[in-house]
Structures are given as structure tokens and as C-alpha cells.
């Protein structure tokens, strides 16, 4: 697979998702637009990370123009997948997501790390999987001043502890700053969830891991690589995203005419 120079946690995601997909879209690289919701998402990260870095470095922003800067670039984007939503009313929805008391308090409360004056925010990290020729590359939203990893998310609902324990993507993110000699105190790792209500909600839950997560998660990417040398790209009709409105590839697999 000299192609695949790098996965990353959504990629294997996807392949343990339905593999097909994952073939479509990084073998035969059919095209995967964006949709509304992924779009909301990265402009909403950015505003949060962009407030962060200027009060530390003490300069005031204003949440409302950040966003309504970023949400311009982020539908400039001709290939996004609306779903019959209008680009003005999930803007509007972003609006009150950065600007609602609840997320400005709990963006307060966020502390990043400082390494050699740098803040770390949105830091790269490489994971190296036994038997797995290529690196696992990820982007940490935040690192706490007391070393536990940070991760932003935009959700439709609001998470519980049940939910932020049973997630996977903190278990390479985990991994990886292990690798790289960097303790997250207990394998601790935060979630920062806005939530898309009509009033908006804010939440962090702290979740804790076990050395043998780390083990199983090798265990989870070698099995994944060794399917993809194989050329092993099976259906996965009972997935999630097996529909229409979800899968990108529903034309050319499971809608095909």
C-alpha cells in the first residue's frame, strides 16, 4: 500500500465503520463532500482555539466576528452537503454556540500548556503501531496546563460519562503522547462538548484510562492495516452511515441503480 502514506483516527474509524467506504474514498478517491454539520464544527474549533490563544497572550477577541469570519471561509466551499439546511440558519446556530454564556465560562476554565512559549494547541502527534509501516497522525485540540489532553466537540446532544468513556479517539491521542515522553497524568483525558440545543450547553467530562486500552487499540490498527494489505473491503450494511444521507459512496454501492 505505497499510496497510503499516514492514517489517522478517522480513517481507521471509518474502516472499522465499513470498510467499503474506506475504499472509495482513499483507493478509488471518489469524491466525499463535507457536510453542514463537519463545516459548523471546524469553524466553531477554530473560534474556540483562536479566544484561548488571545486571552492567554492577553488580547481581547470577540467570539461573534471570529465566527462570522470563519463560517464565511468554511461555505465558500461549493462541494458542501446542505441536506436541505440553509447556510444562514446553521450560521445562526454556530453564532449562538460561541457567544452563549455557557461556552464562554467554559472556554474560560480552559488552560492551555506552554512548552518552550509555545501554546499547546492544536498540536500534531504521531502514533507508531508494531507492524504497521505507516504512522497514525492526529491533531490535539488542547493540552492542559496540567498535561491532560483536550478534545472539542459539537454535538446535537448533550454527552454523558457513559458515552465520553466508551470514545476511542482519546485512546490514540493517549498513545501517542506516551510515545512521545509526555505524561497525561493517569491516561486522563477531557471532552469539551457544545451542544446544539436552542440553548446552547457546555460540557467537560474527564475520563480516565487503563495502560491496557493502550494494548488494544495496537491491537485494533494492526488488524485494521492488515485488512487493507489484504484488499479486504467488505460491506458494512448494518453500519450507522449506511444510508443515503450519511454515505457519500450510497450512489455507487448500496443506492446503485
Not at 16 to 26: L, N, P, S, V
Not at 47 to 55: A, L, S, Y
Request: proline share 6%; glycine share 6%; with cysteine.
Amino acid at each position: 500500500m505505497s499510496e497510503i502514506l499516514h492514517l489517522s483516527y478517522s480513517s481507521v474509524s471509518r474502516y472499522t465503520t465499513c470498510a467499503r467506504q474506506w475504499r472509495y474514498k482513499y483507493i478509488d478517491k471518489l469524491p466525499d463532500p463535507p457536510s453542514a454539520s463537519l463545516k459548523l464544527g471546524s469553524a466553531v474549533h477554530a473560534v474556540i482555539e483562536q479566544v484561548i490563544t488571545d486571552r492567554v497572550e492577553g488580547k481581547t477577541s470577540s467570539p461573534a466576528t471570529l465566527f462570522a469570519e470563519r463560517w464565511q471561509e468554511e461555505i465558500a466551499d461549493p462541494a458542501i452537503k446542505w441536506n436541505g439546511d440553509l447556510p444562514e440558519a446553521i450560521g445562526n446556530e454556530g453564532l449562538r454556540m460561541v457567544t452563549c454564556k455557557a461556552t464562554l465560562e467554559t472556554i474560560e476554565k480552559l488552560q492551555p500548556l506552554v512548552s518552550d512559549g509555545k501554546l499547546i494547541i492544536e498540536q500534531r502527534v504521531e502514533l507508531h503501531v508494531p507492524g504497521v509501516p505507516v504512522p497514525i497522525v492526529g491533531y490535539i485540540d488542547l493540552v492542559g496546563v496540567d498535561g491532560v489532553p483536550h478534545d472539542f466537540k459539537t454535538s446535537a446532544f448533550s454527552w454523558n460519562q457513559e458515552k465520553a468513556a466508551a470514545e476511542t479517539q482519546p485512546l490514540f491521542y493517549l498513545a501517542a503522547l506516551n510515545q512521545a515522553g509526555i505524561s497525561s497524568h493517569g491516561y486522563r483525558f477531557r471532552h469539551v462538548v457544545l451542544v446544539k440545543t436552542k440553548t446552547p450547553q457546555a460540557q467537560i467530562l474527564e475520563t480516565q484510562h487503563r495502560i491496557g486500552e493502550l494494548f488494544w487499540l495496537f491491537e485494533m490498527v494492526q488488524a485494521v492495516w492488515k485488512g487493507i494489505e489484504a484488499g479486504h473491503f467488505p460491506m458494512s450494511p448494518g453500519a450507522w452511515s449506511c444510508n443515503e444521507k450519511y454515505c457519500s459512496y450510497w450512489n455507487v454501492c448500496r443506492g446503485k441503480a
